[in-house]
C-alpha cells in the first residue's frame, strides 16, 4: 500500500491557462474525495466520488472546475481559465467506506498540488 | 450546518511539556466522528487521533489523548512529553458517516527546544 499520490506536486501556470491534476487513491478505497487549502486556512471541500459516480460538488466549485473518476480508480480535477484566487494547495483523500453502521471511514490524504496562478 | 472551531491560532511549548489543544463543534447528527489531523511543514496531512462520537472512552495513540465531551461538544487534543517532530498545523474535524470532512481553521503549534 503505496498511500494516496497526487501530480504534479507543483504547478506554475498563467492566468488564463487551463491545468488538471491528477489523484491516484489506496488502491480499494471506493470514495475520494477533493479539498482545497489556502495558506493558513484548513482544507475546504469541493467534491467527492463513490466509486465512478460524482455525488456532490462544493459551491466553492465553479463552472471552471471538473472532476472526473473514470473506471471508478484515479481521479482528475481540471481548471479552465485559471484565475489568481485559484491558488491553492489542492488535496486529494480516499477512505475505505465500508457499508456498516459503524464505519471508521477515515480519510487518507495524500501529498498535494500546489497551485500557483501568475 | 455542521462547524469546527479553534480558538487558539498559535501555541508554543517547551519540549518534553504536555500541551492541550481545544476544539468545539455543532452538528445536529447523532452519529458521527471526530479527528485530529497533523499537517507539518511538509504539509501532508496526518491522522493522528480519531473518535467515534457513540463511544464514551476517550481515545488514545501513544503520547496523544482526547478529551471528549459530547454534551459540551467539546473535543481537545492532549500531547504528552511533546517532541520536536510535534511541531506542525493540527486541524480538528468533523465527519458524518461516509461524508466530507469539515475542518477547523488549525492550530499551529511549535515545539521548543
Known amino acids: 500500500d503505496t498511500g494516496v499520490s497526487q501530480d504534479p506536486r507543483h504547478k506554475i501556470t498563467k492566468r488564463g491557462q487551463n491545468v488538471t491534476f491528477r489523484c491516484d487513491p489506496i488502491?480499494?478505497?471506493?470514495?475520494l474525495y477533493w479539498y482545497r487549502q489556502t495558506l493558513g486556512q484548513g482544507p475546504e471541500f469541493l467534491t467527492y466520488?463513490?466509486?465512478?459516480?460524482?455525488?456532490?460538488k462544493s459551491r466553492l466549485l465553479s463552472d471552471r472546475f471538473s472532476a472526473e473518476r473514470p473506471k471508478g480508480s484515479f481521479s482528475t480535477l481540471e481548471i479552465q481559465r485559471t484565475e489568481q484566487g485559484d491558488s491553492a494547495m489542492y488535496l486529494c483523500?480516499?477512505?475505505?467506506?465500508?457499508?456498516?453502521?459503524?464505519?471508521?471511514?477515515?480519510?487518507?490524504f495524500g501529498p498535494g498540488t500546489r497551485l500557483t496562478v501568475l | 450546518a455542521q462547524t469546527v472551531t479553534q480558538s487558539q491560532p498559535e501555541m508554543s511549548v517547551q519540549e518534553a511539556e504536555t500541551v492541550t489543544l481545544s476544539c468545539t463543534y455543532d452538528?445536529?447528527?447523532?452519529?458521527?466522528?471526530l479527528f485530529w489531523y497533523k499537517q507539518p511543514p511538509s504539509r501532508q496531512m496526518i491522522l493522528v487521533i480519531r473518535?467515534?462520537?457513540?463511544?464514551?472512552q476517550n481515545a488514545t495513540e501513544n503520547r496523544f489523548s482526547v478529551n471528549f465531551q459530547k454534551a459540551a461538544k467539546s473535543f481537545s487534543l492532549k500531547i504528552s512529553d511533546s517532541q520536536l517532530g510535534d511541531t506542525a498545523m493540527y486541524f480538528c474535524?468533523?465527519?458524518?458517516?461516509?461524508?466530507?470532512?469539515?475542518f477547523g481553521k488549525g492550530t499551529r503549534l511549535h515545539i521548543l527546544p
Open positions: 483523500a480516499s477512505s475505505p467506506s465500508r457499508d456498516r453502521e459503524f464505519s471508521t471511514d477515515t480519510q487518507y
Open positions: 488502491s480499494e478505497h471506493n470514495r
Open positions: 466520488f463513490q466509486n465512478e459516480a460524482q455525488l456532490e
Open positions: 452538528t445536529s447528527e447523532s452519529n458521527y466522528y
Open positions: 473518535q467515534e462520537a457513540y463511544k464514551q
Open positions: 474535524a468533523l465527519v458524518k458517516k461516509f461524508d466530507k470532512i469539515i
